[in-house]
């Protein structure tokens, strides 16, 4: 059993900054990739940001882009979101993914380990 167990989230104001952190715990499996997605109220779940596992290239959403970066640390197995400059409309429940197949890293389908979400919430 995989478990992918997110922390971190808050609320903070405008233009703050926040890190996210999601820990791959239990059997080991072989990574593709690691995701972030979000899900504000009444609206469908979108990509954030994505790390191949092995080699570390990373891709963003264009709503985040130059402000968010995700990273990893394959020791601990661990994957990270840096969010800076923060918008009411980064508000949402941000979910960590990962995939053990090849796929389109934008796309949720491509990920079959979820984790149960971290609220984040950004007043203006």
């Known amino acids: 059993q995989v478990r992918l167990v997110e922390s971190g989230g808050g609320l903070v104001q405008a233009g703050d900054s926040l890190r996210l952190s999601c820990a791959a715990l239990g059997r080991s499996f072989s990574t593709y990739a690691m995701g972030w997605f979000r899900q504000a109220p009444g609206k469908e779940r979108e990509f954030v940001a994505a790390i191949r596992w092995t080699v570390g290239s990373t891709n963003y959403a264009d709503s985040v882009k130059g402000r968010f970066t995700i990273s990893r640390d394959n020791a601990k197995n661990t994957v990270y979101l840096e969010m800076n400059s923060l918008k009411p409309e980064d508000t949402a429940v941000y979910y960590c993914?990962?995939?053990?197949?090849?796929?389109?890293?934008?796309?949720?389908?491509?990920?079959?380990?979820w984790g149960q979400g971290t609220q984040v919430t950004v007043s203006s």
């Open positions: 993914a990962a995939a053990s197949s090849y796929g389109l890293r934008s796309l949720a389908s491509t990920y079959n380990y």
